[in-house]
């Protein structure tokens, strides 16, 4: 616990792929989670392919024996994908392509970017692919296929379990993609995995996992939640972060519409001097009522 301090300022936020901000799907909000996978990478690259070429030209680049950066074309197709240019009626071929480019890749860059476009198809074809990339040498692509099965539509029915390993990374990024992943998707097998986080070495996995088991309705968590509301401040984050976590927490309650958490609520109401959080929980508060 003595390194959170040093941790919360090089980790939570922007600029690492480790913590991120935004949330996977349907406005869920959980705590520091995870960029949508097409925005994780697009951030900080500048000049690429032209935006002309069809996707179908990329996949033919990634298929090429002739082409170098099979990483660009990967990179420029999942862009296409994350903005909707893809048919539906082609993922079937678009998937299996894909498959066989990751699977004969031995570039981890290609690799990488494959399993974001097929993150951003945000389809349970995919599942076979990124299943393989979870177990990837490469730290970059089993991160990104976390994130990428975190993508997935609400209710999608793949093989969750396949997540259990992640829980137990060394990396604390992979381990909060894991939590987060299972809360948004409310994964049952694994709310005990969850609820052991809470005791993890590293503050933004017991944040992330406390604020996982509100999805839950599991009160394993309370505690930890009301430290990210009444104390998160005093753990090294700056006024931002902390507006961030709270709301968090908040957008979380008012989803799952947890009627259990209405004291806590009320409590940030009548402590909390920020006028954006004090906003938020009067609205949550108003429907908890309802």
């Known amino acids: 616990m003595a390194n959170d301090n040093n941790e919360t300022k090089k980790l939570v936020f922007k ?20 960029v949508l996978v097409g925005a994780l990478i697009i951030f900080g690259v500048t000049k690429m392919l032209s935006t002309e070429t069809s996707y179908k030209d990329h996949v033919r680049e990634l298929q090429s ?30 998937i299996q392509s894909l498959d066989e480019v990751y699977k004969g890749s031995p570039d981890p860059r290609t690799r990488d970017f494959v ?68 809360g948004t998707h409310k994964v049952k097998v694994l709310e005990n995995k969850v609820v052991a986080k809470l005791t993890d070495e590293s503050v933004a996995v017991r944040y992330s996992a406390a604020t996982s088991l509100i999805y839950f309705k599991n009160n394993a968590g309370i505690e930890t939640i009301k430290e990210i509301l009444f104390d ?18 908040l957008n979380a309650v008012e989803k799952i519409k947890w ?3 209405e004291s806590i609520v009320r409590d940030v109401i009548k402590r909390d001097n920020n006028l954006k959080v004090t906003t938020k929980a009067r609205q949550v508060l108003n429907e908890l009522k309802n």
């Open 259 to 261: 009627t259990g958490l």
């Open 232 to 249: 998160s401040d005093k753990k090294g984050f700056d006024v931002n972060q902390v507006t961030s976590l709270k709301l968090n927490v």
């Open 15 to 34: 600029g690492d792929k480790k913590i991120l901000e935004n949330s996977f799907v349907g406005s869920l909000m959980v705590p520091i989670a995870i």
């Open 65 to 94: 024996k002739a082409f170098g950066n099979k990483w660009i074309a990967a990179f420029e197709l999942s862009k296409k994908i994350a903005s909707s240019q893809i048919p539906e009626e082609d993922y079937p071929w678009l």
């Open 115 to 182: 399993v974001v476009a097929l993150g951003a198809l945000r389809s349970e074809q995919t599942f076979k692919t990124l299943r393989l990339a979870l177990r990837d040498e490469n730290s970059n692509v089993s991160f990104h296929a976390v994130v990428s099965l975190g993508n997935m539509p609400i209710g999608a029915n793949v093989d969750w379990e396949a997540l259990s390993p992640a829980f137990d990374s060394e990396d604390h990024a992979m381990r909060q993609a894991a939590v987060l992943t299972a």
